[in-house]
């Protein structure tokens, strides 16, 4: 139970320190937390040997791992620019270990046997973890520019010795989405677009609902007013020259 309770402190504060400005372990025992430019750290490239052809190696008891993609938690790699990944290490062990190399690989998320493509290894030649001490290295890989979109699986291994016996441990096996170069600023694009689009609806929308709201407010029946004097007027000349026009002629003399 406390190895577990440590390991999960180590994750959060893994976490915490996590930088994509970071090239060198962090530790709380020792170990250099900057590094000047230059520094002979890592090589990477044609010198590093081919860890693929070694073979694997069994992890050791007392060491933990974590990694986690800077600035990109979307996991988005693309395809032929550099990705980098943070692999934090904690050395539970009585013995100091060093660190030898980093390494990755991707496969088929249908068949994990698929291999798809070995990526570069990175190697460090100043890697060293005391015992009771975690510390951050960086990896940075990049998948083939022809490498079609989509999901993969991307498997990472950290390579370490211990007594001079090699261990390794998988930090990373998970699934990476694999984009295009500009395809990150096509979908912001596309999903910008989309958004801007319903909001024009909905105020359309809104618009035309307030408009209707208005009509119904506003539209009445007109009161037609039918005026006495032209019904009389016209009755009297309808009425004009007989006997109901005489006798009312003769009655109005006869008030005067």
Not at 13 to 28: E, G, T
Not at 218 to 229: D, L, M, S
Not at 235 to 255: R, V
């Amino acid at each position: 139970m406390a190895s577990f309770n440590s390991f999960w402190i180590f994750s959060l504060a893994f976490f915490l320190i996590a930088s994509p400005f970071l090239q060198v372990a962090r530790s709380d025992e020792g170990v250099d937390t900057t590094t000047e430019e230059g520094s002979d750290i890592g090589v990477v490239g044609e010198e590093a040997p081919d860890f693929d052809s070694i073979g694997d190696f069994s992890p050791a008891p007392g060491i933990d791992t974590i990694s986690v993609f800077p600035k990109n938690f979307a996991k988005l790699v693309t395809a032929g620019e550099d990705t980098e990944l943070l692999v934090g290490v904690k050395n539970n062990g009585d013995s100091s270990l060093n660190v030898v190399a980093i390494k990755a690989s991707v496969h088929l998320p249908v068949d994990h046997r698929l291999l798809v493509q070995n990526l570069t290894a990175q190697v460090f030649n100043n890697g060293s973890v005391p015992a009771s001490a975690q510390a951050t290295f960086p990896y940075i890989f990049a998948v083939s520019k022809f490498l079609q979109p989509g999901s993969f699986d991307l498997v990472g291994t950290i390579i370490y010795e211990i007594g001079e016996q090699p261990y390794q441990s998988t930090f990373f096996n998970g699934t990476v989405e694999v984009v295009e170069a500009g395809g990150i600023l096509s979908i912001e694009s596309v999903f910008l677009v989309t958004l801007g689009v319903a909001l024009l609806v909905l105020l359309g929308l809104w618009i035309h609902g307030q408009i209707q709201n208005l009509s119904k407010k506003t539209k009445r029946a007109p009161k037609v007013e039918v005026g006495t004097r032209s019904t009389d007027a016209s009755t009297d000349e309808w009425l004009q020259g007989t006997a109901y026009t005489q006798s009312l002629s003769s009655k109005s003399k006869k008030k005067k």
